[in-house]
């Protein structure tokens, strides 16, 4: 059997102009991780990663701790259809058309924007996003600019498909990612509803583990959202 571990990028900048890059706490979980499996010598024979700028510096930070300790970390192989769903998209373009026909959600919406520069912002965000992305996930709002839910669980399914044929046999792969495809991943092996993916991603920590043992055609899950490597609480967070 091989092993497959799903690390959540570190924390992103989620209401920053670009939205897409590591903060500076993504980029200490990153570190975190890597001296942990330093410490332990966690050795992998294969290294996946989404293409988005926050996976991959997710990875190189890892990355840079296993080189400079000496450690073997191969090269990383770089797949778009590990990528996030288009959460930019969804907010940017979805929220508005929903909040035009739904009234109960326009209140969500627009109580969100009041509290966007404010300390309750995130708790705002993410009670009008759940909504928002609900209604995204059985396809009730659509817009042709943005990544249908089908689209997305069908690349996410399909890379894990491919990932599992070209790695079985006694092989130990990482894939850095984001918590929508691990949400996909868990989902999926438990043969839960499609709507626990989307649930599942709100739970998701940054820089978190998420294993499963694997073969060519059957996968179990092992362990999900750990984080034995954020001991400290300054290093843990959601969003």
């Known amino acids: ?36 499996w330093v410490r332990r010598q966690v050795r992998f024979d294969a290294v996946y990663s989404g293409t988005l700028v926050r996976h991959r510096k997710t990875q190189a930070g890892v990355a840079g701790i296993c080189a400079a300790a000496g450690h ?21 373009i979805l929220a508005p058309l929903l909040a035009d026909r739904d009234a109960s959600f326009r209140e969500a919406f627009e109580a969100s924007r009041a509290h966007a520069h404010t300390s309750e912002r995130n708790r705002y965000f993410q009670r009008m996003f759940e909504r928002v992305a609900a ?8 817009h042709p600019d943005v990544e249908p839910w089908v689209a997305f669980y069908g690349r996410v399914r399909g890379a ?4 599992m044929a070209a790695e079985a046999g ?6 850095f990612t984001s918590g929508g495809p691990i949400g996909v991943a868990v989902q999926s092996v438990l043969g839960a509803p499609d709507e626990s993916a989307v649930q599942l991603n709100w739970r998701v920590r940054n820089g978190s583990l998420t294993e499963f043992v694997f073969s060519a055609d059957r996968i179990s899950l092992d362990a999900f959202n750990t984080i034995p490597h954020l001991e400290d609480p300054a290093l843990q967070s959601f969003r």
Do not use: C
Not at 160 to 163: A, C, D, N, P, S
């Open 170 to 175: 006694n092989r130990r792969v990482v894939v």
């Open 135 to 142: 209604q995204w996930r059985e396809g009730t709002v659509t």
């Open 160 to 163: 894990l498909t491919r990932l």
């Open 72 to 92: 073997p970390w191969p090269e990383a192989a770089f797949d778009s259809d590990l990528n996030e769903y288009d959460g930019d998209g969804i907010v940017r």
């Open 1 to 36: 059997m091989s092993t497959l571990t799903l690390v959540r990028h570190g924390q992103a900048t989620p209401f920053k102009t670009v939205t897409d890059d590591l903060s500076e706490l993504g980029e200490a979980q990153a570190r975190a991780l890597g001296e942990y």
